[in-house]
């Protein structure tokens, strides 16, 4: 882990370090990128709110920090009656949503949900719902974001509204945990609503999972981040070890039950994710100190030599191609999966490509095709 890294780590905890004099990587301009990607910035600010830190800390981190705040203090309160708005429509109409990742965890597990940035709401939802849900975002006054669709290649869709006051909303709608074929078979939704925690901040409609489904989810969103990564104005920056992932991870950690600690150690052996659970705990440990139960690590060892949810993780993206359409059942689904990812809607492939949109379709098809062999090869 880099020096500056330590420092938001120490930051996030709610310690307050000096500020290091001298040093490329303690940059204050490059530092505070560093908080923007690792999604650190209101943890940070809550430790540098101390007078002490006005005498040792740049200028620029501190006003930024601070700007930040309160930033996300407005976009909270806009989001927390959205959001409420939003499951009280499915709800509404039979549609049983679940918060996943910051959007759940921000209300559960951080003192004041501001401290838990997010750019969106992810909800989870059956199958079947989806057309019916929809419905129900249009007439909220939701539009889908042009993106590749079908039954296979994507399993979450974007939504956008812009409120009365001009602000706007992010909806990522999924209806499966993930769109690796892989890490989907993972968790579904009917054991992970089965269980669900309520989440009375956000109303009598809102439900997100248990601590321990939280914890297998956030171990496997981070380890499906190796190989995807994050985009910051438009450029791509490699995710597989987000802090605020980590910290997510760390507070789940510590509000563990020995009871939970024991669901978690079974499901991950069941479900044949041990390695992914493993690495992340030991990465938040490495992190934060998080505290682990003796016992813990030395059950999530791996039954088999390789597990298909590590052997995934850890592939590049080709033969994370490959493992996807292994995991298809019948020629006949794997057939429609390299038919998805191959030839997108018309309306995607001109969005895709706007400085050739008004060329001939096949033309841009071709130039797709080609694009991701060279992917491949690199």
């Given at each position: ?114 401290l838990r940035p ?27 974001s042009p993106q590749i ?230």
């Amino acid at each position: 882990m880099e020096n500056a890294e330590r420092l938001i780590c120490k930051l996030m905890l709610g310690e307050l370090p000096a500020w290091p004099e001298t040093g490329e990587r303690t940059d204050p301009a490059k530092f505070i990128e560093l908080l923007r990607f690792h999604g650190a910035t209101t943890l940070a600010a809550q430790a540098l709110a101390s007078g002490a830190a006005r005498a040792s800390w740049p200028a620029a981190i501190l006003e930024y920090c601070r700007d930040q705040t309160l930033a996300q203090a407005v976009a909270e309160m806009a989001r927390r009656a959205e959001t409420a708005r939003v499951l009280r429509a499915f709800a509404e109409s039979g549609i049983h949503a679940l918060l996943l990742k910051g959007g759940s965890l921000a209300y559960s597990h951080y003192a004041n949900p501001v401290l838990r940035p997010r750019s969106d709401t992810d909800l989870l939802i059956p199958l079947h719902a989806r057309r019916q849900a929809e419905e129900v975002l249009r007439r909220l006054g939701y539009a889908p974001s042009p993106q590749i669709a079908g039954d296979f290649v994507s399993a979450q869709a974007a939504w956008a509204f812009t409120d009365p006051l001009g602000v706007s909303h992010d909806l990522d709608l999924h209806w499966r945990v993930n769109n690796s074929q892989v890490l989907a078979k993972l968790l579904d939704y009917g054991e992970l609503a089965a269980r669900a925690a309520e989440v009375p901040q956000l109303g009598a409609n809102a439900r997100a999972l248990t601590p321990v489904h939280a914890l297998l989810f956030a171990c496997m969103h981070l380890a499906g981040h190796r190989n995807a990564p994050i985009y910051l104005d438009g450029i791509a920056h490699p995710a597989g070890g987000r802090l605020i992932w980590l910290y997510d991870i760390h507070l789940l950690a510590g509000g563990m039950t020995r009871t939970e600690w024991e669901d978690v150690a079974a499901l991950a052996v069941h479900k044949r994710m041990t390695v992914i659970c493993r690495d992340a705990l030991v990465r938040s440990s490495e992190c934060f100190q998080t505290r682990i139960p003796d016992g813990v690590l030395e059950r999530l060892v791996p039954a088999e030599s390789v597990e298909p949810s590590a052997r995934y993780c850890n592939a590049g993206p080709a033969r994370q191609w490959v493992e996807d359409l292994r995991a298809l059942d019948g020629a006949r689904a794997r057939a429609r999966l390299l038919g998805e990812m191959v030839f997108p809607s018309a309306a995607y492939m001109r969005g895709k490509y706007p400085d050739a949109a008004l060329s001939w379709l096949p033309i841009l098809y071709a130039r797709r095709v080609l694009h991701a062999f060279w992917k491949l090869a690199a």
